[in-house]
C-alpha cells in the first residue's frame, strides 16, 4: 500500500492546484462571453499550457448592460 500513497498525495496536491485556477478561469470566460465548458477542458486536461493559452488568447470582458431600457432596439421587432 505504500506504493500508491506518492500517487495519491500528487493527486491531491493537483486537484488542490487546478480548482481554484479552473473556477476562476471559467467565471472569467462567462464574463468575457466565451464558453466556461471549454476553457475548464482547456485549463484542466492541458494544464499548464491551456492555462497560459487562456491567459494569453483571452479576449476583452463585455461591458456590462447600462441597465436602461431603450425603445429603439425594439422597434423593429
Not at 8 to 28: C, E, V
Not at 44 to 67: Q, Y
Amino acid at each position: 500500500m505504500e506504493a500508491a500513497s506518492p500517487v495519491i498525495f500528487f493527486l491531491i496536491a493537483m486537484m488542490a492546484i487546478l480548482y481554484p485556477i479552473a473556477t476562476w478561469a471559467t467565471r472569467d470566460a462567462t464574463r468575457r462571453g466565451k464558453s466556461p465548458i471549454l476553457v475548464f477542458i482547456a485549463i484542466v486536461f492541458f494544464f499548464p499550457w491551456g492555462l497560459i493559452a487562456w491567459l494569453v488568447f483571452r479576449p476583452d470582458p463585455i461591458d456590462p448592460p447600462d441597465g436602461k431600457f431603450d425603445l429603439t432596439d425594439h422597434r423593429t421587432q
